[in-house]
């Protein structure tokens, strides 16, 4: 079961990334709406394309688990202060960065 979620957490963290990577329009201006640089977003997206694969290489080294793990808690921590604190969006807007803080908490306990 652990590994089902290390899969599906990797997965949508992975397009997370590439979204950000490549600049999708939506997410630019989500970004605007955070009033962070640009060039966060390219950094966000590429830490989040790391933790990806390393939460996959996770299925058969716990350590890369545990340092995945740790770090999406940092940046879903960041991401649900962006969505409230920065962009003061509604609180819906922060359920996929709270589901993934969750499965990123449950696979590393």
């Known amino acids: 079961m652990i590994t089902f979620m290390?899969?599906?957490?990797?997965v949508f963290i992975l397009i997370g990334g590439f979204?950000?990577?490549?600049r999708i329009p939506f997410q630019v201006e989500h970004w605007r709406q955070y009033q962070y640089p640009l060039?966060?977003?390219?950094?966000?997206g590429l830490i989040?394309?790391?933790?990806?694969?390393?939460?996959?290489?996770?299925?058969?080294?716990?350590y890369l688990v545990l340092?995945?793990?740790?770090?999406?808690i940092i940046l879903m921590i960041?991401?649900?202060?962006?969505?409230?604190?920065?962009?003061?969006?509604?609180?819906?807007?922060?359920?996929?960065?709270?589901?993934?803080?969750l499965l990123s908490l449950v696979i590393i306990l």
């Open 67 to 72: 340092g995945s793990g740790i770090l999406f």
């Open 48 to 62: 989040e394309l790391i933790g990806a694969i390393g939460m996959i290489a996770g299925i058969w080294n716990q």
């Open 6 to 10: 290390q899969v599906i957490l990797a």
């Open 78 to 101: 960041g991401a649900i202060h962006a969505h409230i604190f920065r962009a003061h969006q509604n609180i819906i807007t922060v359920i996929p960065a709270t589901i993934c803080l």
């Open 19 to 22: 979204i950000k990577l490549f």
């Open 39 to 44: 060039w966060f977003m390219s950094v966000i």
